[in-house]
């Protein structure tokens, strides 16, 4: 049981190329999320898809766009990219419903933008 | 708005020693989730609290929740090298609203 897959694992990119983040999940969950960590500042969600076909902002979301292709998978994608957006970027599933349980985490992207 | 505080953020404990870090939560809710991330890993589900007195426990980590006070507890008793992590604390909104996260609590057990 893979539950959430992330790719890549790591990426470079120089300021203003564009990258599409890919996540699965095999557990058949509805709700679909993607944050962003930084030292320091915890866990930041950008976007959620309570369900297959919606999507929803969350705390940071400008300079990201999402895409909830099917049940399985929601990526996020930089359009051009930027500095401030180096980070570890996650994205998690959960069951019931958007909070209804707990979350399960991918294991994670290292971006790095040059 | 909710907001979800977690203190300490660091901790440097002795092993052997017990300590408790705190979550405490600014509106109503009834469940609560705590993880552990262990560093250059993912988050991994510790515990997932769901009433008000709900206590859980897994070795030598006991989690409880008092939805009253608006406070969950993570208790370490006897802490050992291996709980060196960062653990978050994580509250449900209600509704159709993700959980809100604390920013973690970074252990550090050393000999």
């Known amino acids: 049981n893979a539950g959430v897959t992330q790719t890549p694992k790591f990426q470079v990119l120089k300021t203003g190329q564009s990258m599409t983040l890919q996540c699965a999940q095999d557990?058949?969950?509805?709700?679909m999320y993607w944050y962003r960590q930084d030292p320091g500042m915890g866990l930041r969600l950008i976007y959620y898809?309570?369900?297959?076909?919606?999507?929803d902002k969350g705390e940071v979301p400008n300079g990201y766009n999402v895409s909830r292709l099917n049940k399985r998978e929601f990526s996020l994608r930089l359009e051009s990219a930027a500095p401030s957006q180096t980070s570890v970027y996650f994205c998690a599933s959960s069951g019931l419903g958007t909070g209804r349980e707990t979350q399960y985490f991918g294991p994670g992207t290292r971006l790095l933008v040059l | 708005e909710l907001k979800v505080e977690q203190n300490p953020l660091f901790l440097s404990m002795q092993e052997g020693k017990n300590y408790t870090i705190y979550c405490n939560y600014s509106t109503t809710s009834d469940r609560l989730y705590w993880y552990r991330q262990d560093p250059g890993k993912s988050l991994e589900s510790l515990f997932v609290?769901?009433?008000?007195?709900a206590v859980k426990q897994e070795g030598r980590l006991m989690a409880s929740l008092d939805t009253k006070a608006r406070l969950s507890t993570l208790h370490i008793t006897a802490a050992v090298h291996d709980l060196s992590a960062t653990y978050f604390c994580?509250?449900?909104?209600?509704?159709?609203?993700?959980?809100?996260f604390g920013k973690g609590t970074r252990l550090s057990v050393i000999a």
């Open positions: 609290l769901l009433s008000n007195g």
């Open positions: 898809s309570a369900s297959e076909g919606t999507t």
């Open positions: 557990m058949n969950h509805n709700s």
């Open positions: 994580a509250v449900d909104r209600g509704g159709n609203t993700p959980l809100v």
